[in-house]
């Protein structure tokens, strides 16, 4: 089993610039190479059930891209935001962005991050999900309307930007904060380096 290194990069099995700048952040080498799989959701489908299917259909996907590419692991990863188990995705567009902050806003919702350490060769080393409860504060309509305006929230679960200007919505949080941006960063470095992929650190 390979250490991380430049030679040997942390392939990264998305195209989140949240993600990319969590792990370039704490100094990982990495290689971006996107997973694309249906992320559709499956009628009564359970949001851990759920964010397993999806996290093993990423990886399983990106393994198979890889092509012989070098690279010490994968590592893939699925964020969703839940309100009473109701999987919560990203906005179809403003108005959709509008509703959704409504449902959040006043209220404390979950946030679930699966991701999944592997292999080039397809093999499992690690998976878990972490969950954050958020705490989005009572909003005004005005002010959730004008912040869906911005645009900021349409490619994100939930509407919201937790590290943009959407912090200006986040009275408070229990749990790991880069999990609600996308990553929950010291899990998954603690794997790494218990899996034997990470060398000395930091």
Not at 109 to 131: E, S, W
């Amino acid at each position: 089993m390979a250490i991380l290194s430049a030679q040997n990069p942390l392939i990264l099995g998305s195209a989140s610039p949240r993600r990319r700048e969590i792990l370039t952040g704490l100094g990982l080498p990495i290689f971006v190479l996107p997973a694309d799989v249906d992320e559709s959701v499956r009628a009564g489908e359970a949001p851990s059930v759920y964010l397993e299917r999806i996290v093993a259909d990423k990886l399983r996907r990106v393994t198979e891209r890889l092509g012989g590419r070098e690279g010490a692991a994968v590592l893939v990863a699925d964020t969703s935001v839940i309100v009473e188990q109701d999987i919560l995705g990203k906005p179809a567009d403003i108005e959709d962005a509008v509703r959704l902050l409504t449902r959040l806003c006043g209220r404390m919702h979950r946030v679930l991050t699966r991701y999944a350490i592997g292999l080039p060769n397809g093999a499992l080393v690690a998976a878990r999900t972490v969950a954050t409860e958020v705490w989005l504060r009572a909003a005004g309509a005005d002010e959730i309307a004008a912040y869906a305006r911005s645009g900021e929230g349409l490619d994100k679960a939930g509407a919201y930007a937790a590290q943009g200007v959407g912090a200006f919505l986040v009275e408070r949080l229990n749990g790991s904060y880069t999990n609600v941006v996308g990553l929950p960063a010291c899990e998954v470095v603690l794997d790494l380096k218990q899996h034997g992929l990470l060398g000395p650190y930091p």
